[in-house]
């Protein structure tokens, strides 16, 4: 079956850094890649997603790259806000299965 | 729209009871997935619905644990009897097709 591993578990970057968060999948046959972001308390939000036969995709300060050679796929945050500050989830979709890595909690420092 | 709607938010029980989790997924949304959440293990699909059929529920750790659905616009999760290691959020999701999923603000099992 599909595994997703995501680096790091943490990351703390200065509010105005760029925060970039990496994932690899280990089934060629997945085909769409979805990034969620999860506030305390709240359920995970999709913010963005990337299909396999697209290589970037941007929304505002919010980018995604995916290498399907290497099934590496990235979320990039640009001019990062306080309100950025949550975990941040990939997955990976094989079939009708989304399978999601273990998360990466963000921190905005002041 | 309400977005997807669980009940309760929160949950306390002692280990051997009964525990009903419950979801409202969004009208129309063909899909609705049961979510299991823990620090050790991250996100866990338990179960999933088409068109109120369970078409995937492989994810259900033990016969402890069943759901229902018994029509488009509700779903049940049992866990009998209920074990301190099913504390947990459990999530509830739905969608047009299996791609964009919509959370709901899960429940927060507690068993003593």
């Known amino acids: 079956g599909e595994n997703v591993e995501q680096h790091p578990s943490t990351l703390s970057v200065q509010e105005g850094d760029s925060a970039v968060i990496k994932c690899t999948y280990s089934d060629s046959a997945s085909n769409y890649f979805p990034w969620y972001k999860q506030e305390l308390g709240k359920g995970p939000q999709l913010i963005i997603d990337?299909?396999?036969?697209?290589g970037e995709k941007k929304d505002q300060r919010i980018a995604v790259t995916l290498n399907k050679t290497a099934k590496h796929f990235s979320l990039h945050i640009t001019e990062t806000q306080p309100e950025d500050s949550a975990v941040y989830f990939c997955?990976?979709?094989?079939?009708?299965?989304?399978?999601f890595g273990k998360g990466t909690r963000l921190h905005i420092l002041p | 729209d309400a977005g997807v709607i669980q009940s309760p938010r929160h949950e306390v029980t002692e280990m051997g009871q009964e525990v009903t989790l419950r979801c409202k997924p969004i009208s129309g949304h063909d899909y609705l997935f049961w979510y299991r959440q823990t620090m050790m293990r991250g996100l866990e699909l338990l179960i999933y619905?088409?068109?109120?059929?369970?078409?995937?529920d492989s994810g259900m750790p033990e016969d402890r644990f069943s759901a229902k659905m018994p029509n488009a616009s509700f779903s049940t999760l049992k866990i009998q009897p209920s074990e301190p290691r099913d504390s947990a959020v459990y999530f509830c999701?739905?969608?047009?097709?299996?791609?964009?999923?919509?959370f709901g603000p899960g429940t927060r099992l507690t068993v003593l």
């Open positions: 999701a739905s969608s047009l097709s299996v791609d964009t999923q919509y």
């Open positions: 997955a990976a979709r094989r079939d009708d299965k989304i399978i």
């Open positions: 990337i299909r396999s036969n697209v």
């Open positions: 619905f088409n068109n109120n059929v369970p078409i995937d």
